[in-house]
């Protein structure tokens, strides 16, 4: 099925360690987004990508990075770890043409990253 | 003070009723989304507007571009209504804002 796909669904850090979540979308979608969510926090955007080879902050970009080096990829790297970035993990795919038709996001099933 | 605003935060409802839930924000737009998560984390996106109103099965939401409100209502509720109901919008310089969400709950 035609979807967000995101790996690792589960992980567990040690503080300073590093790694990279992979978002990987077969929808031929133009914008790409990693989502973080905390409890009683909402979902707050980290970084996301209009375009193969372009990236932009979002509300919480701090402690991360991100590449999208193919149109249908977007990598989350965190380059060391820290107890603040325990969280849930989305990553998010959307057209870049917002018809009516659309219903617009399509997200992936979420990494649960607990760092400790 | 959040771009956007979600009402009620917590809702409890009978099953069968008819339920609304606002949304409202001080941001100008290019669209507008509803997205359900359920207990178990999953995110799906209901419905997309810039203007109008869409009507998906038992879901219909609303946009009122001057006034900056949109409400999602759910007619005949039903317990596997029960989820998270969490308001976007994206700017026209693709900035994007979310509400913390309303937390919806029918009781069978």
């Known amino acids: 099925n035609a979807g967000v796909t995101q790996t690792p669904k589960f992980r567990v850090l040690k503080t300073g360690q590093s790694m990279t979540l992979l978002c990987a979308q077969d929808m031929n979608h133009e914008y790409m987004y990693w989502y973080r969510q905390d409890p009683g926090m909402g979902l707050r955007l980290i970084h996301y990508?209009?375009?193969?080879?372009?990236?932009a902050k979002g509300e919480v970009p701090d402690g991360y990075n991100v590449s999208r080096l193919k149109k249908q990829n977007f990598l989350l790297g965190l380059e060391s770890a820290a107890p603040s970035q325990t969280s849930v993990y989305f990553c998010?795919?959307?057209?870049?043409?917002?018809?009516?038709?659309?219903?617009?996001?399509?997200f992936g099933s979420g990494t649960r990253l607990t760092v400790v | 003070k959040n771009e956007v605003e979600q009402s009620p935060q917590n809702l409890t409802a009978q099953e069968g009723e008819f339920i609304t839930i606002n949304c409202s924000y001080s941001v100008g737009i290019s669209a507008l989304h509803w997205l359900q998560q359920h207990p178990g984390g999953g995110i799906v996106s209901l419905f997309m507007?810039?203007?109008g109103k869409k009507k998906h099965g038992r879901l219909i939401a609303t946009i009122n571009i001057q006034e900056k409100h949109s409400s999602l209502h759910i007619t005949a509720s039903h317990p596997r209504d029960s989820a998270v109901y969490i308001c976007a919008v994206r700017s026209p310089g693709n900035q994007f804002y979310f509400g913390t969400g309303t937390s919806l709950t029918v009781i069978p």
């Open positions: 998010a795919s959307s057209p870049h043409f917002i018809g009516q038709g659309k219903r617009g996001y399509t």
């Open positions: 507007l810039s203007s």
């Open positions: 990508s209009v375009g193969e080879g372009t990236t």
